[in-house]
């Protein structure tokens, strides 16, 4: 097994370590480690915000990108309309979002909710629980469908 001192705490690591095993270092065999992924933030901005931020990897700090941004895309998203697997916003659509109108497997609003199971004032999905509630399992005060 080839071997290399880490950047950081200069133990002998493996060449495609992910992490050091004495100090935690991310990639430590590289040189440089700007962190891996992708990011994209346009120029315009709004309220000091970018009006797209995608993001996706790590960064250089070893922690998940987030994309914050009017339009937000990305692992964790957080936006006016964002879209990710944990999405936050206004219009929220991700695996798990929460926002004024949400969709996803797990999705929580403070408007309307659409998914697998929703929970809002207005929700539909399999399992649904709010004041109007429509799907497979509806759990509300006055059910959609009746």
Same mark, same amino acid.
């Given at each position: 097994?080839?071997? #290399?001192? !880490? =950047?950081? !705490?200069?133990?002998?690591?493996?060449?495609?370590?992910?992490? !050091?095993?004495?100090?935690?270092?991310?990639?430590? &065999?590289?040189?440089?480690?700007?962190?891996?992924?992708?990011?994209?933030?346009? &120029?315009? #901005?709004?309220?000091?915000?970018?009006?797209?931020?995608?993001?996706?990897?790590?960064?250089?700090? /070893?922690?998940?990108?987030?994309? =914050? @941004?009017?339009?937000?895309? @990305?692992?964790?998203?957080? /936006?006016?309309?964002? !879209?990710?697997?944990?999405?936050?916003?206004?219009?929220?659509? /991700?695996?798990?979002?929460?926002?004024?109108?949400?969709?996803?497997?797990?999705?929580?609003?403070?408007?309307?909710?659409?998914?697998?199971?929703?929970?809002?004032?207005?929700? %539909?999905?399999?399992?649904? %629980?709010?004041?109007? &509630?429509?799907?497979?399992?509806?759990? @509300?005060? =006055?059910?959609?469908?009746?």
């Amino acid at each position: 097994m080839n071997t #290399t001192p !880490c =950047r950081d !705490c200069r133990q002998p690591v493996s060449l495609d370590a992910v992490t !050091c095993p004495a100090c935690g270092a991310p990639r430590p &065999a590289r040189s440089e480690w700007n962190g891996e992924g992708y990011e994209y933030k346009s &120029a315009m #901005t709004w309220m000091d915000s970018p009006l797209l931020h995608v993001a996706f990897g790590i960064d250089q700090a /070893g922690k998940l990108r987030t994309a =914050r @941004g009017i339009v937000a895309v @990305g692992q964790r998203a957080v /936006g006016v309309v964002a !879209c990710g697997v944990v999405a936050t916003g206004v219009v929220a659509i /991700g695996v798990i979002s929460f926002g004024v109108l949400s969709l996803g497997v797990i999705s929580v609003a403070l408007g309307a909710a659409f998914g697998v199971n929703a929970v809002a004032p207005i929700a %539909f999905g399999v399992t649904a %629980f709010g004041y109007i &509630a429509g799907g497979a399992a509806p759990i @509300g005060w =006055r059910p959609f469908f009746h």
